[in-house]
């Protein structure tokens, strides 16, 4: 089966980056004491995870979400720094696992990448992603448990790449994403209207008709 949202109008909870009220410094044992341990940012992930703000990971404010996205399940965009690619996520439904290609000027870029495990949902929910020499970014969690909760809009990942690519034509295609039910769900982004057939994605097809 394949998962489309049933509704019109998207409900959206935006992701923010912020330290962790709650977080205990390592080197104080002060309660939200984040600036403590400013000095281990490079050193220890667990604190870049707590205190991203502190730390200075977090990412740019994400693309613009449209206000149609059609039938897709799941709209993706990135913001391309010139060293990074930041990947933000709207998912209608549930995402369990993911996989998508990343197009510079019209070319699959068949890099290798490494993800930053500090911030992202995927990385907050225990998606592990990985990224090969052929350029397809994978997000798996080989326990099955792993959940990028619905209506969430924000980073999904942070991407490095062997070999940076400066360019303004930076897009996502070949998306795949499933549910935890290991359902198929449409996946649109704005490299549809670059690279495919724009009558085939679902940023551009009808809802379904209602049930009776």
């Not at 403590?36 to 730390?55: F, M, W």
């Not at 490095?160 to 690519?165: C, D, I």
Request: hydrophobic share 40%; aromatic share 6%.
């Amino acid at each position: 089966a394949t998962l489309a949202p049933e509704t019109e109008a998207l409900e959206v909870t935006l992701l923010t980056c912020e330290d962790d009220p709650g977080y205990v410094s390592l080197l104080t044992g002060a309660p939200g004491a984040c600036s403590a341990d400013k000095g281990l940012c490079d050193i220890l992930l667990q604190v870049r995870q707590a205190c991203p703000e502190t730390c200075e990971v977090c990412p740019p404010q994400p693309p613009s979400l449209p206000s149609d996205i059609g039938t897709c399940g799941v709209y993706l965009d990135l913001i391309n720094d010139g060293s990074s690619y930041f990947v933000y996520m709207y998912n209608a439904v549930d995402v369990a696992g993911f996989q998508f290609g990343i197009f510079v000027d019209g070319v699959m870029q068949e890099v290798a990448f490494t993800a930053d495990e500090a911030i992202g949902s995927a990385a907050a929910s225990g998606l592990a992603v990985s990224g090969g020499t052929f350029g397809t970014v994978i997000g798996i969690d080989v326990t099955g448990e792993a959940t990028i909760p619905a209506t969430s809009y924000g980073l999904l990942t942070k991407l490095s790449p062997s070999v940076s690519a400066v360019s303004s034509n930076t897009c996502l295609s070949d998306l795949i994403f499933s549910t935890p039910q290991a359902e198929k769900i449409m996946a649109g982004s704005p490299c549809d209207t670059a690279l495919e057939d724009t009558a085939t994605s679902c940023l551009a097809l009808p809802p379904a008709p209602s049930a009776p």
